[in-house]
């Protein structure tokens, strides 16, 4: 018997955002939320304050390394910087978005989330001290100052997919096929040259910050379990230290207890007391 279809199991296949939203990994839904609010909030707030009230806002939350680095030690600039972009030049963030969707969920479902949160603040975090340090000890005090958007942040996870998957072949163009490694650092180069052309004066100091994020993505991928497992060590050398530490001070309170009851309390020195008493604090502490 021949099975009849009317077509009834067809599903409407129609794009949703929510649905699209909710199919990526949390953090990269979040940091793709928040950055879009971000830029929705900037636009209203250019057209409510006029570009003089605007500048003060973008001096408090974007990067201006002379704060960072000078008097104020504003540091929350280099966290803050990340979910800012170009109000003058929506090309930024809609390329830095488009990046960021195309590779980021990829690279936290291999790395899960814990370490892509460490991987893309770290990145950011790096790029901007990057142009900090090229600001305060390398460029004229003529360049320019200010540095936002998260171009540093998603160029580290372009450096982590490359890590990933280097041999993957990708369609650029959805047409020429091209290996990962290959592909990720064309599109680094032409991020970093999107951000140049994207100012009015060439900017050298964006140029660096996002060169060192993804340098810092590349490290992060190289050095990780290097820098993990010393740490491990380096607590487990802590931790045995501490027992030792305590063997060896158990031993001796039950020598002076021993004196105590075999002399009396009289027989013991101040020093005998002092160390008694710091013994017994350090008891308590641990049980308490």
């Given at each position: 018997?021949?099975?009849?279809?009317?077509?009834?199991?067809?599903?409407?296949?129609?794009?949703?955002l929510?649905?699209?939203?909710?199919?990526?990994?949390?953090?990269?839904r979040?940091?793709?939320i928040?950055?879009?609010?971000?830029?929705?909030a900037?636009?209203?707030?250019?057209?409510?304050?006029g570009?003089?009230?605007?500048?003060?806002?973008?001096e408090?939350?974007?990067?201006?390394?002379?704060?960072?680095?000078?008097?104020?030690v504003?540091?929350?600039?280099?966290?803050?910087?990340?979910?800012?972009?170009?109000?003058?030049?929506?090309?930024?963030?809609?390329?830095?978005?488009?990046?960021?969707?195309?590779?980021?969920?990829?690279?936290?479902?291999?790395?899960?989330?814990?370490?892509?949160?460490v991987?893309?603040?770290?990145?950011?975090?790096?790029a901007?001290?990057f142009s900090?340090?090229?600001?305060?000890?390398?460029a004229?005090?003529?360049?320019?100052?200010?540095?936002?958007?998260?171009?540093g942040?998603?160029?580290?996870?372009?450096?982590a997919?490359?890590?990933?998957?280097?041999?993957r072949?990708?369609?650029?163009?959805?047409?020429?096929?091209?290996?990962?490694?290959?592909?990720?650092?064309?599109?680094a180069?032409?991020?970093?040259l999107?951000?140049?052309?994207?100012n009015?004066?060439?900017?050298?100091?964006?140029w660096?910050?996002?060169?060192?994020?993804?340098?810092?993505?590349?490290?992060?991928m190289?050095?990780?379990?290097?820098?993990?497992?010393?740490?491990?060590?380096?607590?487990e050398?802590?931790?045995?230290?501490?027992?030792?530490?305590?063997?060896?001070?158990?031993?001796?309170?039950?020598?002076?207890?021993?004196k105590?009851?075999?002399?009396?309390?009289?027989?013991?020195?101040?020093?005998?007391?002092?160390f008694?008493?710091?013994?017994?604090k350090?008891?308590?502490?641990?049980?308490?």
């Amino acid at each position: 018997m021949r099975e009849s279809w009317d077509g009834s199991e067809i599903v409407d296949r129609r794009w949703s955002l929510r649905e699209f939203l909710r199919n990526l990994p949390p953090v990269s839904r979040w940091l793709l939320i928040i950055g879009i609010v971000a830029f929705l909030a900037q636009v209203t707030l250019w057209f409510s304050l006029g570009e003089q009230g605007y500048s003060k806002v973008v001096e408090i939350f974007g990067l201006w390394p002379t704060l960072v680095l000078g008097r104020k030690v504003w540091l929350w600039q280099l966290v803050t910087y990340m979910f800012l972009h170009s109000v003058n030049n929506p090309l930024h963030i809609i390329f830095n978005a488009f990046i960021f969707v195309l590779f980021a969920p990829e690279v936290e479902r291999a790395m899960a989330a814990k370490r892509f949160s460490v991987l893309y603040f770290g990145s950011g975090i790096v790029a901007g001290l990057f142009s900090c340090i090229f600001l305060r000890w390398i460029a004229s005090p003529e360049s320019p100052q200010t540095v936002i958007g998260a171009s540093g942040a998603i160029l580290g996870v372009l450096a982590a997919y490359g890590s990933i998957f280097p041999n993957r072949v990708l369609h650029l163009f959805m047409i020429f096929p091209i290996k990962a490694k290959h592909c990720v650092l064309m599109l680094a180069a032409v991020e970093i040259l999107a951000v140049v052309a994207g100012n009015n004066n060439t900017n050298p100091i964006a140029w660096f910050a996002h060169a060192g994020g993804f340098i810092a993505g590349l490290l992060f991928m190289r050095y990780e379990w290097t820098v993990r497992s010393m740490l491990l060590r380096s607590i487990e050398r802590h931790y045995d230290r501490e027992l030792e530490s305590d063997r060896q001070l158990r031993e001796r309170v039950d020598e002076l207890l021993v004196k105590v009851k075999r002399d009396g309390l009289a027989s013991l020195t101040w020093r005998e007391h002092a160390f008694l008493r710091r013994a017994s604090k350090r008891f308590k502490k641990q049980h308490s």
